[in-house]
């Protein structure tokens, strides 16, 4: 039997979320060391689609870009972390581990910033514009997926779903802790951490 796996976002702080918190801090101390007021934000926005997409052009057009702005812009995030953050592997890019190490708070800062922007209307499925993230094993990309994708044809089309392919649930446990994925949809998976909802 599958079993969806997805964040707990209410009640209070449990031990996942305090090292998430934790985690978030620490960088976030490290990035107010280099002074912000010298720091184009826009660069996060880069990191953040770059980390998604794993690829220059897609990253690029993905936030609107030509892909000689997104090039430079990486050459930039390099620059300000004294990292190469993105490695060529075949025909896209692999992070390297301080980008890894990077992506959970820098994805959450940027959710805060969009949030504090957004007006409050809550969540309407029918204008929602996101990229939701899921890791599926084979039989829920075949089983769940179809039907997922069209349900959220009909509810919600500004959704973006991106599937995963779940090979190692407990790299996928770490991944869905960090906010690097939204769900994760398999088989026999290893005990969650309390900060995980699960059915």
Do not use: W
Not at 193 to 198: D, E, L, N, T, V
């Amino acid at each position: 039997m599958s079993q969806i796996f997805r964040p707990r976002r209410h009640a209070r702080y449990t031990l996942g979320l305090a090292r998430s918190l934790l985690k978030s801090i620490i960088i976030m101390s490290i990035i107010a060391v280099m002074n912000l007021a010298t720091v184009d934000l826009n660069l996060l926005v880069a990191f953040e689609a770059l980390m998604e997409e794993r690829h220059v052009t897609r990253a690029a057009e993905r936030i609107g870009l030509a892909q000689p702005s997104m090039s430079s812009a990486l050459r930039r995030l390099r620059a300000l972390f004294a990292d190469e953050l993105f490695l060529r592997a075949g025909a896209g890019m692999q992070p390297t581990e301080r980008a890894l190490a990077l992506a959970g708070p820098i994805g959450e800062a940027l959710r805060q910033i969009r949030g504090a922007l957004a007006p409050d209307r809550g969540f309407d499925p029918a204008t929602a514009r996101r990229r939701i993230t899921i890791a599926a094993t084979d039989y829920g990309d075949l089983v769940l997926v179809p039907e997922l994708t069209r349900l959220l044809r009909m509810e919600a089309p500004g959704i973006d779903l991106a599937v995963r392919p779940l090979t190692d649930p407990t790299v996928a446990l770490a991944k869905l802790e960090r906010g690097e994925l939204d769900a994760v949809i398999g088989g026999h998976l290893p005990e969650t951490p309390r900060c995980i909802r699960h059915r």
